[in-house]
């Protein structure tokens, strides 16, 4: 399992509008629910999972980014919904540097083994500043699909 | 060379394409009368990368690797299961570590002749950080690799 198997244009969403950190999870939920159709009790499990494992330590990695994640038996199989916020976000990432590119990480509790190698997958992906600043300055969901696709 | 096949080795991992190759797995050792292992591997090089990378704290990596454990349990199980069905002895085995690392040493060690995987997926990407670790293990298997397209006509065959 790894990043682009899991990459879909509709769970991606550019640019994120919310300005704090309990925002940006918040969209990053609703793009997942909007998308994939789930009802608002199914949206409420999902947010309280995500914020249940933030509240045990940030997911901000640092490099500018974070990836909230959370284990959920609504979902059905490992997802992956990617965000990019144009404003800097305080994620009390490690390093102190804001934070700009989101990635909400979902998985069945059963799953674990994708669920490991995806998150994997991404903290690799985003190793080169270089990727990073292609994915901060991508234009809309299409470019974030393209970069990866590259 | 040994054709056909005395040891085969075939490595689950969960996803239904692996199901898909135990299946098969299990039809080419019982056609040709070879011994046949099946693998799951504990990924914890990559659960180190997560606590390394900041994204997994430290009660959540001993919860993960519970969870990962018992994902062993219940695959190789149903391997068992599946082999049994079609009265094949199984050998399963369950290792901790780097996928491609560990199998292809368990490979080395069971003198396999033939590794069957599933789930290869189409080359989508330059990037080779975005390689998944089946891809890995067909590129350093030390014996042949057999890739099983997950295929609806495998499962149907293996039922009836």
Request: aromatic share 6%; with cysteine; proline share 3%.
């Amino acid at each position: 399992m790894n990043v682009l198997d899991v990459l879909d244009k509709d769970l991606v969403k550019v640019p994120l509008l919310s300005s704090d950190k309990r925002g940006i999870i918040v969209e990053l939920v609703e793009t997942l629910v909007k998308a994939k159709g789930y009802s608002p009790a199914q949206s409420d499990l999902i947010l309280d999972a995500v914020l249940a494992r933030e509240s045990l330590g940030s997911t901000g990695i640092g490099g500018g980014i974070a990836i909230p994640h959370a284990k959920s038996d609504v979902i059905e199989k490992v997802t992956m919904v990617l965000g990019i916020s144009r404003q800097s976000i305080d994620f009390d990432s490690p390093d102190g540097e804001m934070s700009r590119i989101f990635f909400l990480v979902l998985a069945p509790s059963k799953q674990a083994s994708a669920h490991v190698e995806l998150l994997a997958s991404i903290a690799r992906s985003c190793t080169s500043k270089i990727f990073r600043r292609l994915l901060e300055q991508a234009r809309d969901s299409e470019e974030v699909v393209h970069l990866f696709m590259e | 060379m040994g054709v056909p096949f005395k040891q085969i080795v075939v490595y689950i991992d969960g996803s239904e394409s692996s199901m898909t190759a135990i299946m098969y797995a299990i039809k080419l050792a019982k056609e040709h009368g070879s011994s046949l292992t099946a693998v799951y591997v504990i990924n914890t090089k990559a659960l180190s990368e997560l606590v390394k990378a900041g994204i997994f704290v430290a009660v959540e990596r001993d919860e993960y690797l519970r969870d990962l454990a018992l994902d062993a349990d219940r695959y190789l199980h149903h391997a068992e299961r599946l082999a049994e069905q079609k009265e094949l002895q199984i050998e399963t085995v369950k290792l901790e570590g780097t996928v491609p690392v560990v199998v292809k040493e368990l490979l080395k060690t069971k003198g396999a002749d033939l590794l069957v995987l599933g789930g290869i997926t189409d080359i989508r990407s330059r990037r080779e950080e975005l390689a998944s670790e089946t891809d890995r293990m067909m590129r350093t298997a030390p014996c042949p690799v057999l890739v099983v397209r997950d295929d609806d006509d495998i499962w149907f065959e293996f039922e009836a």
